[in-house]
């Protein structure tokens, strides 16, 4: 009883937190710190451009990058401000203007200030630039939109694109790893050294012989490790070696190292050696000063591209190397890469940013370029003339409608999920990896440790993506930057010592201090200082973002080391502080949380909730529950069931099922029909489905409630039978009640939108909207049946049935070529049907018509049919643990089982679905659902804190039914008793958006393809059904090779040929001559008919064509 | 034969010396062949609702309608021969609401018959709800039907055979949807089903 609640207790504060934070703030916290400093930040890096006229040179310095609010502006040049709606309906991109101010400068004095429009940034909906970013739930609904949609997407041209969360690894971090390999093992230490948009990797690798090799992107071999020290300024051997280590142990294995850097033993020396092998054959002045540029472009960028930064590097590698030794003798373990500490989120925000920097650099370029070209004058009013904001604006909006990023990173962006409201939620929670999906990486894909709370242990997708797809759990934050010299500052005022500022006795038994990936310095007590840190964090005084790992190593020789991470795109999770054995949350602050009267911020401010990074979480033990927490404990989980994902979270009971099938229904969840969104009248999107009847799921978890799924439902109650029925429901089929379906269970609509727009082309002509007539010989006619239903505005009649072929959008377009019509027609150029029609699989009812006009002024019609769904045979359908199967018979109610009571099921599943799956939790589903039925209130099943099956047997033993769920129940056919009692309960199904009304397909004669003249592929070009190799094989097996003859060649594609018998190739019929001809043979040729199929004869002419000349050889058929 | 219960929505009758086959036709009746009214056909005049016509159409259908089975002929039993029908095989249900300033609820109370004996059984069912400005007209035709054709049709929401203490012993239980009561239904079903077993008889060259 505690335990519960407790654990539902501070499941409030998580509550607040996913209310307050919504599903997409990682998104929008990214987007939003991009816009305020980040492209203020980019047009500082570039700062000014210098014009270079002929006389008198002037430069255009940069000032303060402003935005505009969204809006568009319309053909005639008129600018109006836009509402997201507006934009999907209009097929507009919601964007906004960037104001970059610009000063022009002669001689150092500047001239003119100007506000110039220098490109349009995609605005993130409900991010700090976009309108309803402010609006109130009234205000909302009044703009067309869906007051529960969580923003964090853009939407471009029309279509709604999210940019997916990427998973990379945390950048300027020392890993240390040993590889096996041939029963050798090789140490190495790497480092992603990364600077805004470049990224440099160092590899340190301690070789058989004991030497350490560095190895630098811009040098084409490994340089000796003492040599690049060296090179980096370190005069003596001493100096080299205590940068390393002062320990003896340490010193001892540097000593080959020296010994492979004999041959430069001076700085200079060292230059030279690198010089040689960076600029080959050079002058020597200019090798060294090669050797300089790599070591400051090359090496460790992230600490600086400054001559003064080559100490910083110098320790850095001295660290690195220093590692590499600790992990050879074994003081130290090797890093696991895997590890989620070692990771960063990239959103919105950092992908923008690159864009952007790129764009812009453009822009600067070919402003100057401009400005060059036009010479003398100059003036605000010149610049602004410059200024293509085609180059920003194109930029940014191709590679988020395509998600192509440059630099062949493809599938950055998808188009947003809307098959339900939460597979929108999910996949605003996605996260990408990086790694390649055609190798193994099986380290990457399992599930590590530190995932617990930041990544969802179910969901991730099956196949090639598995493990490299994720979703954020429901407790992940993702960390913001925290600006760096205030934390630095509290170090010095703990007690931290620069490097150049500690003895030799703090050198040796101190803790090394790492700041982001910047070696700082010693302490005497690591430990200490953690936790002096981790005190002023919760007292307010640093960033609850900042995070604090402190690490004693296995063996006492090692390096104790602190690392401080600031960066931004960590994934951080809440957790109770726990002081001397009690957490400090206190029932008193729930309540205040749960009143409103606090928020969950708040207690993060007071120190009583932290946020603990991956890397943190290694210093503390998590207690599960209060009724857990012993003294040793340092924090306390907030609610476990927090480690699920958004699709997850739906499951109830999920930790009775065997874990794949969690896996399976998160996958399922998103395919499932519900009611997407409220403002689907309108909705713009090009395929959608609404479920008529939707429900709140009786069996529920909190996370429902926190989610609002039940405002967005996307499921059925069904009273489920686990029996066999007539062999109807082998292999995961599930029998339907007649009844229920014609009462309107699982009814869901399909809705199509059909777009045309009026184009304008060269020369005054465009696109008009009509009913095309048979009279003006329009090119493509149709036929007059095609065209009744349209009105005299050329657009179908609202509520009218369509049919597939039948034209719900009038058009007809100017002839392509003009020219090309005059010499042969005497009427002159037709015009061409361009109509929209049906699918020609679909048909339905037209469900809306929308007029509007695109950005180049035309009139733009968008028509959308919809088309009612009952369940029928095929249909996909799921519970919510993963057990899918399409309906095998609907059958009528008077044949259906019934119990005592006359309860006759919706559903019947085989009970063949349960032993191998072990998902128990639709058992208890099941029961509980019952339960919920007959005490007239919702049960909640949410992952560890649900409500306990002994509560539920209660209830049922109660109404004296079995605890167990078990029926008497009579077969309807017969009214028989059945020999054994039946489980029946309530389960919440959902119908899948596979549908067979989809899919039905067959074809007698149709379309072949031009080229092969074979049937076409696919239901929606009518094709055929691929007659395959293995079908091939059982009419052989069978003896019935006429018949595949006749399917493979007579009804496919059997042609004519004629053969030249002579030289064997193909000759053909010249209609001119009347004669049979063969261009080899001439009048010798002997040409016969010889049957093949046609796609034979199209390889013949392919070889022909790459020179190789197919004969064939003819004998007389016997 | 014992009648264990019979309160007008509900009847359980104790069956005695009766085959199972033969009392679990009478059940199965009860369900598929006994007929009841039901709209089933919809003339939307007006429709400016969230609703699709097609929807609002099927939740009239769902709405159970007080039956008489004197006065009312199966369509196709009719003898008027008119595919529209005539007023002893239809009646007309008319519905004409306008949404207020309020949101309102049109309920199966506001749909007027123009025969004051066949009308819903509860005037609270939801039909649809109206927000301002919004607003509804259609003509209703409501039909007898079997249960076996669409569920609206079926006169009884529960029908059970059940075994009894002893063997041989078996309890009906037919619970009506309102329409008509338990009893007639049941009555009704073995009035169909011995018709039945006459058309069998005869097809058979039995006696009439
Ligand atoms: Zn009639």
Request: aromatic residues 6%; hydrophobic residues 35%; contains cysteine.
């Amino acid at each position: 009883m505690s335990k519960q609640f407790a654990a539902s207790n501070s499941w409030v504060i998580l509550s607040d937190l996913l209310q307050r934070e919504g599903v997409a703030r990682q998104h929008l916290n990214s987007y939003n710190e991009f816009v305020t400093r980040g492209l203020q930040n980019i047009a500082d890096e570039i700062n000014e451009v210098e014009i270079e006229t002929v006389s008198t040179p002037y430069k255009v310095k940069f000032g303060r990058v402003t935005l505009g609010s969204p809006r568009v502006v319309e053909i005639d040049g008129s600018v109006s401000s836009i509402l997201p709606m507006e934009s999907r309906l209009r097929n507009l991109t919601y964007s906004a203007p960037i104001l970059l101010e610009m000063t022009i400068e002669e001689e150092g004095l500047p001239r003119d200030t100007t506000r110039q429009h220098i490109g349009d940034l995609p605005v993130m909906v409900k991010s700090e630039l976009c309108q309803l970013s402010n609006r109130s739930r009234e205000q909302l609904i009044e703009s067309g939109e869906d007051p529960n949609d969580p923003g964090g997407y853009f939407i471009i041209h029309g279509a709604e694109r999210v940019i997916v969360g990427l998973e990379d690894l945390s950048p300027n971090k020392i890993l240390v790893d040993a590889e096996k390999l041939a029963g050798a093992t090789t140490y190495k230490s790497r480092v992603y050294s990364s600077v805004v948009g470049y990224r440099s990797k160092l590899e340190l690798t301690l070789k058989q012989d004991g030497g350490i090799n560095v190895k630098i992107p811009s040098c084409p071999v490994d340089l000796p490790y003492v040599i690049v020290m060296r090179a980096l300024g370190i005069k003596s051997d001493r100096d080299i070696a205590n940068a390393v280590s002062p320990k003896q142990e340490i010193q001892d294995l540097l000593e080959v190292s020296f010994d492979k850097a004999s041959e430069a033993p001076t700085e200079k020396d060292a230059l030279v050696y690198i010089g040689n092998r960076v600029a080959h054959g050079m002058l020597e002045e200019f090798r060294v000063k090669r050797a300089l540029s790599t070591l400051d472009w090359g090496l460790l960028p992230h600490l600086g591209k400054t001559e003064d930064r080559r100490f910083d590097k110098s320790m850095f590698m001295g660290e690195a190397a220093c590692k590499l030794l600790e992990l050879r003798l074994g003081w130290i373990e090797a890093d696991d890469k895997d590890h989620y500490g070692n990771k960063v989120i990239k959103f919105a925000g950092q992908m923008l940013a690159d864009l952007f920097r790129t764009a812009f650099r453009n822009l600067v370029r070919d402003m100057k370029y401009q400005l060059e070209r036009t010479g003398q004058k100059r003036g605000g009013n010149v610049v602004g003339a410059a200024i293509r904001t085609g180059i920003i604006t194109d930029k940014l909006n191709n590679a988020i409608a395509t998600g192509n990023w440059g630099r062949g990173k493809v599938g950055v962006t998808q188009l947003l999920d809307r098959t339900n409201y939460l597979s929108t939620l999910s996949h605003l929670r996605r996260v990408q990896s990086p790694l390649s999906r055609s190798q193994p990486n099986f380290e990457a894909r399992d599930l590590h440790a530190t995932h617990f709370g930041r990544i969802c242990p179910s969901e991730t997708p099956e196949g090639v993506n598995c493990g490299l797809v994720k979703n954020l759990a429901l407790s992940a934050i993702i960390s913001v930057s925290v600006p760096s010299q205030e934390v630095e500052g509290k170090l010095w005022e703990l007690g931290a010592k620069q490097i150049r500022d500690s003895d030799e006795k703090l050198q040796v038994e101190g803790c090394r201090i790492f700041m982001d990936g910047r070696f700082l310095g010693y302490v005497d007590d690591g430990e200490r200082l953690a936790k002096a840190f981790r005190k002023l964090r919760r007292e307010g005084q640093i960033n609850p973002s900042a995070s604090v790992l402190y690490i004693s190593p296995v063996n006492d020789n090692a390096y104790p080391r602190i690392y401080i991470s600031l960066s931004s795109g960590r994934v951080l999770r809440p957790l109770v502080v726990v002081e001397s054995g009690r957490p400090l949350l206190n029932p008193e602050m729930i309540s205040k949380v749960s009143g409103g009267q606090s928020a969950w911020r708040d207690l993060v401010d007071q120190g009583t909730i932290e946020l603990i990074d991956a890397n943190e979480e290694e210093n503390c033990l998590v207690a599960m529950g209060p009724e857990d927490v012993t003294t040793r404990n340092s924090h306390m989980e907030l609610f476990p069931a927090a480690m699920f994902g958004i699709a997850a979270s739906i499951i109830p009971y999920p930790e009775h099922n065997q874990s794949p099938r969690n896996t399976y229904e998160s996958a399922m969840a998103k395919q499932s029909l519900g009611f997407s969104s409220p403002t689907y009248p309108i909705s713009p999107h090009v395929r959608q489905h609404l479920l008529v009847s939707p429900q709140a799921p009786v069996v529920r978890t909190r996370t429902l409630d926190l989610l609002k799924i039940d405002e967005r439902p996307l499921g059925t109650n069904c009273v489920v039978a686990v029996l066999s029925f007539e062999g109807y429901n082998i292999e995961d089929a599930i029998i339907m009640n007649k009844s229920s379906v014609e009462r309107g269970m699982a009814r869901s609509f399909f809705y199509r939108l059909y777009d045309g727009e009026a184009k304008q082309y060269l020369g005054g002509m465009r696109d008009t909207f009509e009913v095309p007539s048979a009279e003006s010989n329009i090119r493509g006619y149709r036929g007059e049946k095609f065209y009744r239903l349209l009105e005299g505005d050329g657009v179908v009649a609202h509520e009218s049935q369509v049919a597939g072929g039948d034209v719900v959008i009038g058009r007809t377009s100017p002839p392509r070529f003009m020219e090309e019509y005059k010499e042969f027609e005497i009427k002159g150029p037709y015009r061409r049907d361009t109509s929209v029609a049906v699918r020609p699989s679909e048909a339905g009812v037209v469900d809306s018509i929308f007029m509007t006009e695109n950005v180049e002024g035309g009139k733009m019609f968008k028509v959308r049919v919809r088309d009612m769904r009952v369940p029928e045979i095929g249909d996909k359908f799921a519970s919510r643990h993963g057990q899918k199967g399409v309906i095998g018979l609907v059958v009528p109610q008077e044949d259906m089982p019934y119990t005592a009571e006359g309860i006759v099921p919706d559903v019947i599943i085989n009970p063949h679905a349960f032993p191998s799956r072990m998902t128990v939790g639709q058992f208890i589903e099941s029961i509980a659902g019952k339960a919920a039925a007959f005490r007239g209130s919702p049960v909640d099943g949410s992952a560890f804190a649900g409500e306990s099956i002994d509560e539920m047997e209660k209830v049922l033993r109660g109404r004296g039914f079995e605890p167990t769920g078990r029926e008497v129940m009579y077969d309807g056919k017969t009214g028989k008793k059945f020999a054994t009692d039946v489980f029946v309960g309530v389960v919440y199904y959902q119908k899948l958006h596979h549908m067979v009304a989809d899919k039905i397909h067959a074809r007698a004669r149709g379309q072949v393809q031009m080229l092969t003249k074979q049937p076409t592929e696919g239901r929606a070009r009518g094709g055929g059904l691929r007659f395959g190799e293995m079908e091939r094989d059982c009419l052989i097996a069978y003896g019935a090779s006429m018949v595949l003859k006749d399917r493979l060649l007579d009804e496919a594609d059997k042609t004519e040929i004629y053969v030249c018998e002579r030289c064997g190739l193909i000759a053909y019929y010249d209609a001119k001559q009347r004669k049979y001809t063969c261009k080899i043979d001439g009048d010798q040729a002997k040409i016969s008919t010889v049957v093949v199929a046609y796609a034979f004869k199209l390889l013949l002419q392919e070889m022909m064509s790459l020179n190789i000349a197919p004969r064939l050889q003819l004998k007389d058929k016997v | 034969m014992k009648v264990l219960e019979d309160s007008g929505s509900s009847v359980a009758l104790q069956l005695e010396g009766i085959d199972r086959s033969y009392a679990n036709a009478i059940r199965r009746f009860c369900i598929a062949e006994v007929p009841s009214m039901a709209i089933d056909d919809v003339v939307i005049l007006e429709n400016s609702s969230v609703l699709y016509d097609e929807i609002l159409a099927h939740r009239l259908g769902m709405v159970p309608i007080r039956t008489d089975l004197e006065r009312y002929n199966l369509p196709e039993e009719c003898d008027c021969g008119n595919p529209l029908g005539c007023h002893k095989c239809r009646v007309l249900f008319v519905l004409d609401a306008k949404g207020k300033d309020k949101v309102m609820t049109v309920t199966s109370g506001d749909l007027v018959s123009e025969d004051r004996d066949v009308r819903p059984v509860s005037e609270s069912i939801p039909l649809i709800k109206l927000a301002a400005g919004q607003s509804v007209k259609l003509e209703a035709y409501a039909r007898l039907g079997r249960g076996k054709e669409h569920a609206k049709w079926q006169p009884c929401t529960v029908a059970t055979l059940t075994d009894g203490k002893k063997e041989g012993v078996f309890i009906l239980t037919v619970e009506s949807a309102g329409g008509l009561p338990a009893k007639q239904v049941v009555l009704k079903a073995i009035e169909l089903l011995e018709k039945k077993l006459k058309e069998i008889q005869v097809a058979v060259g039995g006696p009439d």
